[in-house]
């Protein structure tokens, strides 16, 4: 089981962190992926990051912004994000994923198991 929290509301410019926390099971030998679904939007993929962390893929759109890393002592995963922006609203969600590839976007469909999402509001 995974659960994502961290999100809030916060004015442009401004950071939050994500978290994403695993039960049962252990996330340091997991790829993760963190996806975002603004509404009437599909569900797309903002960032990914290998089993051993050698590897990252980020979306264009948060190149440069965000950062995805894990504690595997805390059996946790994270996204940082930084300047953001009103198009950064959408809930969040983090999933184990099947496989991940440098430099290449997550699919929804390989994601095996989600957290619930975390609503994240990006407004002045």
């Known amino acids: 089981q995974l659960q994502a929290c961290g999100g809030g509301v916060v004015q442009p410019g401004g950071s939050l962190r994500l978290s994403c926390g695993a039960s049962?099971?252990?996330?340091?030998?997991?790829?993760i992926g963190w996806f975002r679904q603004a509404p009437g939007k599909e569900r797309e993929a903002v960032s990914g990051?290998?089993?051993?962390?050698?590897?990252?893929y980020y979306a264009d759109s948060v190149k440069g912004r965000f950062a995805i890393f894990k504690d595997n002592s805390k059996n946790m995963a994270y996204l940082q994000m930084n300047s953001l922006k009103p198009e950064d609203t959408a809930v969040y969600f983090c999933?184990?994923?099947?496989?991940?590839?440098?430099?290449?976007?997550?699919?929804?469909?390989?994601?095996?198991?989600w957290g619930q999402g975390t609503l994240v509001t990006v407004s002045s």
């Open positions: 990051i290998s089993s051993t962390e050698t590897f990252t």
């Open positions: 049962g099971f252990n996330l340091a030998y997991q790829a």
């Open positions: 999933a184990t994923l099947r496989s991940f590839k440098a430099n290449t976007a997550p699919t929804v469909s390989g994601g095996i198991y």
